[in-house]
């Protein structure tokens, strides 16, 4: 029994030995330097990749910003390969499938929080039955309207017979329709549901969009361009790892975060710190999450064919599995 017992030691001692060696292979840098371009857009809950560079640079990649006003146009640059690697919305591979755009593989998620529903101070809207006199602005195809249009079908009412109140354009345009009282809500992102809450004329009302079945909190997945992956792997990993290392940072130190987004954004830190407050970092990447996103988009006519089946496909765990030691089941395969 001594003797099997010592063997059954050996052997699990062996096998951690072999992780570790695993792990510290992985976080080599790579043996020659290479240069990608990332995509970035100054929304909070993103903010945390201004950390990307200085993690990557451990791995002996050097990351160059490409600033973009909207995920669409970040979307269509990684589509082409102009750009190597971004954020965006849980929606947008889905919408890229869709036109037939397959160059798009999503690798880790971002966490939950950032879309807002905004009324003016002292006003409220308690449940999804009290919006049916509501007028409200929205941006269809933004992840907020997802959300907010997720939750109008989820409880039972006719979005077609809402007083919708189409917003062209940045989150200000919806403060402003707010103010001026064009609009009584605004399902609308971060920060400016902050900036009007430091500002003293908006307010959070108890309904939230967040909680749906079909979406939930989900904000964005951190996504590569296919070509690229197959070319580099290796870099790919490490980016990943950067990735959850960069998260982790944030996380820990929410004052940081603060100011990093602060001073990209070029707003006020107590702006800032409002629009990350209700925002939880989480790699965990939810595939049947996105695959309810993806049949919600086809049946409601924003894209025209329901690609629910073959999305998944267009997702690859094994980067976020090697950088965080968890299954593909712990980090969303199954959720």
Known sequence: MKVLRSLMLACVAALA?????????LRAPLPQ?????????????????????EEAAKYNIQIEMVMFQRFSDARTALVSGDLHLTAFGPQDISLALGQGAKSL????????????LLVRKGEDVKDW????????????????????????????????????????????????????KEIDMAAVWQPFCAQAIVDGYGAYP??????????????AVLAVNRPFMEKNRDAVQRLVISYVDALELARKDMGRWARIY???????????????????????????????????????????????????????YEFLAKATGKSPEQLGLNQ
């Not at 108890?206 to 904000?219: A, Q």
Request: aromatic letters at 4%; charged letters at 20%.
């Open 206 to 219: 108890t309904l939230d969009h967040n909680h749906t079945k079909t979406v939930g909190g989900l904000i």
């Open 105 to 116: 593989v999503g690798v880790a998620g971002t966490g939950t929080g950032n879309d807002c």
């Open 129 to 180: 039955k009290s919006i049916a006199d509501k007028r409200i602005g929205i941006g269809a195809g933004s992840i907020s309207w997802l959300k907010f249009a997720a939750g109008v079908q989820e409880n039972g009412l006719q979005y077609n017979g809402l007083k919708i109140v189409n917003i062209v354009g940045g989150g200000a345009n919806y403060t402003k329709a707010l103010q001026s």
């Open 262 to 316: 602060a001073e990209k954004a070029g707003l006020p830190e107590n702006v800032a710190a409002e629009a990350i407050r209700t925002t939880q970092l989480d790699a965990t990447l939810p595939l049947e999450t996105i695959k309810r996103i993806s049949k919600f988009l086809s049946d409601n006519g924003v894209i025209t064919r329901d690609v629910s089946g073959e999305i998944g496909q267009h997702y690859d």
């Open 17 to 25: 030995a072999g992780d570790a060696f695993a792990q510290a292979d």
């Open 33 to 53: 330097p290479l240069k990608i371009k990332q995509g970035m857009l100054n929304v909070p809950a993103l903010s945390p990749l201004w950390l990307l560079p």
